[in-house]
């Protein structure tokens, strides 16, 4: 199976902050990597899939890179209404893995 | 959209029927999936089924205990759960995939919550 481990677990920021989250895969998934935010009592949402692909709709402050089995989710200027937990989840092998997630905070 | 619905506690062994009911697109064209949350954890994936139900996936924590199907006709969505374990407790939610077999959860719904406990 997959793992799929993120960092951090948490961080805490200020509106208008650049936030920079990783996921690292323990091998790898090519390009078959997803991102969602989860803000908790909402449904989970799809902000980036195959890596760098910016889902419809998605503000373009969040983008996606990948560098081998290391993956970045970016927010370029944080807005109030980002603050939620974020997950990388790996689509290229059953079991189709998560990361444990990253919740970030307000400063 | 999609709403999930059958959640309750139950015993260890039990059994439980979830159910998810989409509106606002064509069913029968998404595959579709189960996915679940417990406590103070991250998501797992749990079961997949393709858009006509002939082809279905399972992690293999519920392989042999969990049934997914579905109901084209009725835009409805099924997960069957027998012999229930604690640590099959959670917030299960289904999703739509991105593109057929994509396993890229588009859409999710709000989430049903199942409590396997004596």
């Known amino acids: 199976d997959i793992q799929m481990t993120q960092s951090p677990s948490s961080l805490s920021a200020s509106v208008g902050d650049r936030v920079t989250i990783t996921c690292r895969a323990s091998q790898s998934v090519s390009t078959y990597l997803n991102w969602y935010q989860h803000i908790p009592g909402k449904a989970p949402k799809l902000l980036i899939y195959?890596?760098?692909t910016l889902q419809s709709g998605v503000p373009s402050r969040f983008s996606g890179s990948r560098s081998g089995t290391d993956f970045t989710l970016t927010i370029s200027s944080l807005r109030p209404e980002d603050f939620a937990t974020y997950y990388c989840?790996?689509?290229?092998?059953?079991?189709?893995?998560f990361g444990q997630g990253t919740k970030v905070e307000i400063k | 959209q999609l709403v999930e619905s059958g959640g309750a506690l139950v015993q260890p062994g039990g059994s439980l029927r979830l159910s998810c009911g989409a509106s606002?697109?064509?069913?029968?064209?998404?595959?579709m999936n189960w996915i679940r949350q417990a406590p103070g954890k991250g998501p797992e994936w749990v079961a997949y089924?393709?858009?006509?139900?002939?082809?279905?996936e399972y992690t293999a924590s519920v392989q042999g205990r969990f049934t997914i199907s579905r109901d084209n006709a009725n835009n409805s969505l099924y997960l069957q759960m027998n012999s229930l374990r604690a640590e099959d407790t959670a917030i299960y939610y289904c999703?739509?995939?991105?593109?057929?077999?994509?396993?890229?959860?588009?859409?999710w719904g709000q989430g049903t919550l199942v409590t396997v406990s004596s």
């Open positions: 195959s890596a760098s």
């Open positions: 089924v393709s858009s006509t139900g002939g082809i279905k």
């Open positions: 606002g697109f064509t069913f029968s064209t998404y595959s």
């Open positions: 999703a739509r995939d991105l593109v057929v077999y994509s396993t890229t959860f588009e859409l």
């Open positions: 989840q790996q689509s290229h092998s059953n079991p189709y893995s």
